[in-house]
């Protein structure tokens, strides 16, 4: 509780559009801070219109994604609407524009998307999502290598599942960082800026704890982290993006990054495993799994050469400057984001070398019972 007016110059407390959420943060932190219950959030106030805000904010990403898959997975136009409608998504083909003719109208039927999305929005520089790009892309998909309908929604919905589970970011906060250690979070006290000081609350549900008392924390680059200021007015939120560089900046730690080649390397074991699956064998598997994937392996070779020209960049100039320590763990970042995707990228060709001889044996067994019933057939 406080006084509504000022005792020293009797101005009335100014109440603006944050000022709910800034008062509920600094309430929660005290309370967990000194070991006090944190009031549930208010379901039909603050959270509520949270919740809402990120849901409707959102849904382009979300289409996106689930109109990706599909790509991946329709034989035809027909096809892709039915798996759509598996995936909660509305097409509606039949609407013209002046400027791009015909168009596809896209709209999720989980989530309340007020409006329906055109397909131009949501990808102005191809327009991949329109009707003629769509034949265009389902013309390289083959039965072999698709989900079918009944299977759309839970394939869909594991990849998802690793997409959302695998961090972007990693890297060890020292106990000198921390601030105060809670059953729900640790507090850590951040310089951001110039002259800004203050307290960020990282939840448990982040942070794995290392038998030294450290934590390694993991982040998205889009995580939000509340950043309560001791001027109140200056409270905001920061990216896990910006969070992760300050707090592995002051501790010395190195920042490790996941490259965005991962995602190629997920698609082409996905791609895999599904041919595997239903043994598709020689040319077929080679016509199956399309320019796709050789592209995605062509993607991943030009991310490790990046990554190699990008620690080379660094070393030479550690030839001519003083190393300093942020240099240093700037190389080794690069290094470990080099290690984790050729580890990956490995993991793919032993696949590949692995099917290619599981083909091999299936067909020699094949070729053994041809034989073997012909010299039955001729005794």
């Given amino acids: 509780m406080f006084n509504a007016t000022s005792s020293v110059d009797l101005k009335k407390f100014r109440w603006q559009k944050g000022t709910t959420n800034l008062l509920r943060n600094i309430s929660d932190k005290i309370a967990d801070y000194h070991g006090a219950m944190i009031l549930d959030a208010p379901k039909r106030t603050s959270h509520a219109k949270y919740e809402k805000y990120k849901r409707e904010n959102n849904y382009r990403q979300i289409l996106k994604e689930r109109l990706d898959f599909l790509l991946r997975h329709s034989l035809n136009f027909e096809d892709f609407k039915q798996k759509a409608h598996a995936l909660n998504i509305q097409v509606d083909e039949h609407h ?3 400027d791009y003719g015909q168009v596809i109208n896209y709209q999720l039927t989980d989530l ?46 594991e990849e998802h ?24 979070a640790i507090y850590v006290r951040v310089e951001y800026g110039r002259y800004e000081e203050g307290v960020i609350k990282i939840p448990d549900y982040k942070l794995d704890k290392l038998e030294d008392g450290s934590y ?22 920061l990216k896990g993006a910006v969070l992760s560089k300050i707090l592995s900046g ?43 994937f050789m592209d995605d392996v062509e993607q ?18 550690l030839k001519y ?13 690069l290094q470990l984001e080099r290690k984790d995707l050729q580890a990956q990228y490995q993991k793919v060709i032993k696949k590949m070398k692995t099917y290619d001889a599981g083909q091999e044996i299936m067909n020699e067994k094949i070729h053994e019972n041809i034989q073997t019933a012909d010299k039955d057939m001729q005794i």
């Fill in 96 to 98: 013209k524009s002046k």
């Fill in 112 to 157: 309340p998307q007020q409006r329906p999305a055109r397909d131009y929005t949501l990808n102005k520089k191809s327009r991949k999502y329109s009707f003629d790009k769509l034949v265009e892309r389902f013309e390289n998909n083959h039965i072999e290598g698709v989900y079918h309908v009944e299977q759309i929604k839970q394939a869909f919905q």
């Fill in 161 to 184: 599942q690793k997409i959302e589970q695998e961090p972007d970011l990693e890297f060890v906060i020292q106990p000198w960082q921390i601030e105060k250690d809670t059953m729900n």
């Fill in 216 to 237: 390694k924390a993991y982040f998205k680059n889009k995580d939000s982290f509340y950043f309560i200021n001791d001027e109140a007015n200056k409270s905001k939120f």
């Fill in 250 to 292: 002051e501790s010395g730690t190195i920042l490790q990054r996941k490259n965005s080649a991962i995602q190629n390397v997920r698609e082409m074991v996905a791609a895999l495993n599904l041919i595997s699956e239903r043994q598709v064998n020689g040319e077929k598997a080679v016509e199956v799994l399309g320019q796709k």
């Fill in 300 to 317: 991943i070779k030009e991310a490790l050469q990046n990554l190699d020209a990008h620690i080379l960049k660094q070393n030479e100039q």
């Fill in 321 to 333: 400057e003083n190393p300093t320590e942020e240099n240093k763990l700037k190389i080794k970042a």
